[in-house]
């Protein structure tokens, strides 16, 4: 039993480390402190370049250009650039979750205060203060889900990358 789980963790860790080395993808690198994130050929994207708004998964053409459906578009044209990833849609879960949790609370507790009259209505600025709180929660939880994270060309770096991870991508 031990030896098969030690055989599975390895293959587990060494498919990883395969996958990680070789994708063809999206390099997204914050201009600030070096952080970067890896959007793999294929997933959904959407670009804003120029007002306009192109959705879809991508496809990489060359160096300098990637195409969603019909559509070209130049790395240096990109003004806004949305992705879903991993930690987006867990963001976006816990922060809808909590949002609503807060805003059926807030709600609750200025409906008790408002029932209860006499001292509890000195309550109700701070019960509607938290629903109000816990509505945005949900509804930025709900656009991160839908949308994804989003990288705006002033703050992030976009780089094409084939079959490996370039030298400027590895974190210090």
């Avoid at 890896?38 to 060359?62: A, D, M, N, P």
């Avoid at 979750?97 to 008790?112: N, P, R, S």
Wanted: proline residues 1%.
């Amino acid at each position: 039993m031990k030896a098969s789980i030690l055989i599975f963790t390895f293959l587990f860790f060494f498919i990883q480390q395969g996958v990680a080395q070789s994708s063809n993808g999206l390099l997204v690198k914050k201009f600030k402190n070096e952080q970067y994130r890896l959007i793999e050929e294929g997933s959904k994207i959407t670009i804003k370049k120029f007002g306009e708004t192109y959705r879809g998964t991508f496809q990489i053409i060359s160096k300098e250009a990637l195409t969603i459906g019909s559509d070209t578009i130049r790395l240096e044209h990109v003004d806004l650039l949305c992705a879903k990833t991993s930690a987006s849609n867990l963001g976006g879960g816990a922060l809808s979750l909590l949002g609503i949790w807060a805003g059926t609370g807030g709600l609750t507790g200025t409906v008790v205060a408002v029932s209860e009259g006499s001292y509890a209505l000195l309550l109700i600025p701070f019960t509607a203060s938290i629903a109000a709180l816990g509505t945005f929660g949900a509804i930025k939880g709900i656009q991160l889900l839908s949308r994804g994270k989003k990288y705006k060309s002033f703050r992030w770096e976009y780089v094409i990358v084939k079959d490996k991870i370039p030298n400027m991508a590895v974190q210090k």
